[in-house]
């Protein structure tokens, strides 16, 4: 087949955008569609992602557009469509890696199992199987293609179970999408509390408010909780700026009170936070109102 005119676009992962293209004549006529290095990804699966067909006459845009459609399934790392002198179309994919082990670590911290106020034992507040089970149920299965959008909802499903358990300062930290799925948990840790902005607040509150550290933070767990405070309408707005991570000497929370105000608190939820990627320093990290 000749090669003379060939267009390469690159469809890299890390960034997922275009690179450089050769220039060739557009518009065309699609002559045909071939894919190739798909093993375990069907090609008709893939075909129905391409929005034209042979005889179509197509753009730059389209093909760009078509490529993104096939990245867009999940299954792939990376897209190159070519064209030859002849308008046939060859989409050239690289596969994901099939998942042979979910291993999970970060997920560290305990919790007591209590009946009639008595602690019968402590367990891990979010058990590795648990995990495993709850990206399964999501599409991240052992022996199949990584799927990039089921990790995700897997991913975010997983920091929803420890937000039903009031567990609210959770992450997921670094993912490795290989034959041997890594994947970190960080379960964030109260170490200090900081206030400002108080003015007319009773200093007891603000006393009291301080009192919650070097735990995992958990929803509703302590009555000093410096949204009980707003909640009695004596804070406008409660800004949580937590550290994270399972070191409990990694930095401290940082509640900004912003201003007094004699009515309820603002409707602004303080869990308003990134759901999962990269963790950041606590000398980095920023309040979310």
């Given at each position: 087949?000749?090669?003379?005119?060939?267009?390469?676009?690159?469809?890299?992962?890390?960034?997922?955008?275009?690179?450089?293209?050769?220039?060739?004549?557009?518009?065309?006529?699609?002559?045909?569609?071939?894919?190739?290095?798909?093993?375990?990804?069907?090609?008709?699966?893939?075909?129905?992602?391409?929005?034209?067909?042979?005889?179509?006459?197509?753009?730059?845009?389209?093909?760009?557009?078509?490529?993104?459609?096939?990245?867009?399934?999940?299954?792939?790392?990376?897209?190159?469509?070519?064209?030859?002198?002849?308008?046939?179309?060859?989409?050239?994919?690289?596969?994901?890696?099939?998942?042979?082990?979910?291993?999970?670590?970060?997920?560290?911290?305990?919790?007591?199992?209590?009946?009639?106020?008595?602690?019968?034992?402590?367990?891990?507040?979010?058990?590795?199987?648990?995990?495993?089970?709850?990206?399964?149920?999501?599409?991240?299965?052992?022996?199949?293609?990584?799927?990039?959008?089921?990790?995700?909802?897997?991913?975010?499903?997983?920091?929803?179970?420890?937000?039903?358990?009031?567990?609210?300062?959770?992450?997921?930290?670094?993912?490795?999408?290989?034959?041997?799925?890594?994947?970190?948990?960080?379960?964030?840790?109260?170490?200090?509390?900081?206030?400002?902005g108080l003015n007319t607040v009773p200093t007891d509150i603000a006393q009291e408010m301080r009192s919650s550290c070097g735990r995992v933070s958990e929803e509703g767990s302590d009555p000093t909780d410096p949204r009980a405070a707003q909640e009695l309408g004596l804070l406008y707005e409660c800004r949580d700026c937590s550290s994270t991570g399972?070191?409990?000497?990694?930095?401290?929370?940082?509640?900004?009170?912003?201003?007094?105000?004699?009515?309820?608190?603002?409707?602004?939820?303080?869990?308003?936070?990134?759901?999962?990627?990269?963790?950041?320093?606590?000398?980095?990290?920023?309040?979310?109102?």
């Open positions: 087949m000749k090669r003379a005119l060939a267009l390469i676009l690159g469809l890299i992962v890390a960034g997922g955008f275009f690179t450089g293209a050769r220039a060739t004549d557009f518009p065309l006529t699609v002559a045909g569609i071939q894919v190739d290095g798909n093993t375990k990804i069907r090609t008709q699966e893939i075909r129905k992602a391409v929005p034209f067909h042979s005889g179509d006459e197509i753009t730059a845009d389209d093909l760009k557009r078509a490529s993104q459609a096939i990245f867009d399934l999940g299954w792939f790392s990376e897209v190159i469509p070519e064209v030859d002198e002849e308008g046939m179309i060859l989409f050239r994919v690289v596969e994901n890696p099939v998942v042979e082990k979910v291993e999970i670590t970060g997920n560290v911290n305990k919790e007591s199992i209590e009946i009639l106020g008595l602690t019968l034992f402590r367990a891990r507040i979010m058990p590795s199987d648990k995990i495993r089970r709850i990206l399964r149920d999501h599409g991240v299965k052992e022996g199949e293609v990584l799927n990039n959008h089921s990790l995700k909802e897997g991913l975010e499903a997983v920091i929803d179970a420890y937000d039903k358990k009031g567990y609210t300062l959770i992450m997921v930290g670094k993912v490795v999408p290989s034959e041997i799925l890594q994947i970190e948990i960080i379960e964030g840790r109260v170490t200090n509390n900081v206030i400002t399972n070191n409990p000497g990694r930095g401290p929370s940082a509640v900004d009170t912003h201003r007094e105000e004699t009515g309820r608190g603002a409707d602004r939820d303080y869990r308003d936070r990134p759901r999962w990627g990269n963790p950041v320093s606590t000398k980095d990290r920023r309040c979310v109102a």
